[in-house]
């Protein structure tokens, strides 16, 4: 028979397991969005960067410019740009 004490003790450790998954999973989105940011200042397109990564383009927007990325203009940039 299982007892309340048994119960409480599953879930305690399945709340602990829960949170160790979430901290994981948190710093493998900070480090993939680390990368992304890097891949973007070296100068490597939206596009691009959203095909290596399975992101969307809005999606890798959005990751910039929630971390102060400056977007770049459309298109390439012309001679007086670069």
């Known amino acids: 028979?299982?007892?309340m004490g048994d119960v409480m003790a599953e879930l305690a450790e399945k709340t602990a397991a829960a949170a160790r998954d979430e901290a994981t999973a948190a710093a493998s989105r900070a480090e993939q969005h680390a990368a992304i940011i890097?891949?973007?200042r070296e100068h490597k397109g939206l596009r691009s960067i959203a095909e290596t990564t399975g992101y969307s383009h809005e999606g890798v927007?959005?990751?910039l410019l929630d971390?102060?990325?400056e977007l770049r203009?459309?298109?390439r940039p012309t001679k007086a740009d670069s």
Do not use: D, P, S, W
């Open 1 to 3: 028979m299982t007892t």
């Open 38 to 40: 890097k891949a973007y």
């Open 61 to 63: 927007r959005q990751i």
């Open 67 to 69: 971390n102060g990325v």
């Open 73 to 75: 203009g459309r298109g």
